[in-house]
């Protein structure tokens, strides 16, 4: 059974411009969860998406954004880049909504300059 | 606001050595708590608890939950050096459903 796929691996990105990442959960798996992870805040939550609907937002501002498609795979936008957006943005895929086991992708790591 | 405790923060232990990690938690409407070891990217599933006093174990890792005391333990017997990882505790509540609150993670380095 493949793991939970994030694309790409890695991003070099100028302040100011966009980036899309993407995530594909496991299969079957309808729950994704983004989170940014930084040596000094550790993993902050981003959001949750179920059933193609955002179900939950942590505290980010509206820079970032998401989606999700009927295949559950999800979308994340980070618009009007800075520098402290520089970090490793991991997804995670589980079966439900809570309560069940959240596993990860390998990460996406965006460096902004 | 909801909050993850782990101490301590880094260990050095030697191969063979048994080591707990703790973490403590103070959330409203606790709902379960998971382990994750993480090597270099993707964070690793290892258990998730939901009942008081229940031992998870896998191998040399076992894990078990007080919710009265609002804490969990895991456990790590016979390390080895492939156990060298960081080690992070989350935490999810009925009211906040698919948010996990982690912790700063423990930094966990086994020598040979």
């Known amino acids: 059974k493949a793991g939970v796929t994030q694309t790409p691996r890695y991003l070099i990105k100028t302040r100011g411009q966009q980036v899309t990442l993407s995530c594909s959960p496991i299969s079957g798996h309808r729950s994704v969860s983004w989170y940014q992870q930084t040596p000094g805040q550790g993993l902050q939550f981003l959001f949750e998406?179920?059933?193609?609907?955002q179900r939950n937002k942590g505290n980010f501002p509206g820079r970032f954004s998401g989606r999700q498609f009927s295949n559950s795979r999800s979308e994340m936008n980070v618009s009007t880049l800075e520098l402290g957006d520089s970090a490793l943005y991991l997804c995670?895929?589980?079966w439900g909504r809570g309560g069940t086991e959240a596993f990860f992708g390998q990460g996406t790591r965006l460096t902004v300059v | 606001e909801d909050k993850v405790v782990q101490s301590p923060l880094s260990l050095v232990v030697h191969e063979g050595d048994t080591v707990t990690l703790n973490c403590s938690y103070e959330?409203?409407?606790?709902?379960?708590l998971l382990w994750y070891k993480q090597e270099k990217k993707a964070p690793t599933f290892l258990f998730m608890l939901?009942?008081?006093?229940i031992e998870k174990k896998s191998g040399r890792l076992s894990s078990i939950l007080d919710k009265k005391e609002l804490f969990s333990i895991l456990n790590i017997t016979a390390t080895q050096t492939g156990d060298s990882a960081v080690y992070l505790c989350?935490?999810?509540?009925?009211?906040?459903?698919?948010?996990?609150?982690f912790g700063q993670g423990t930094t966990l380095q086994v020598k040979p």
């Open positions: 998406y179920f059933s193609e609907t």
């Open positions: 939901t009942s008081s006093g």
């Open positions: 995670a895929s589980s």
């Open positions: 989350a935490v999810e509540a009925y009211s906040n459903t698919g948010k996990l609150i």
């Open positions: 959330v409203t409407n606790f709902r379960s």
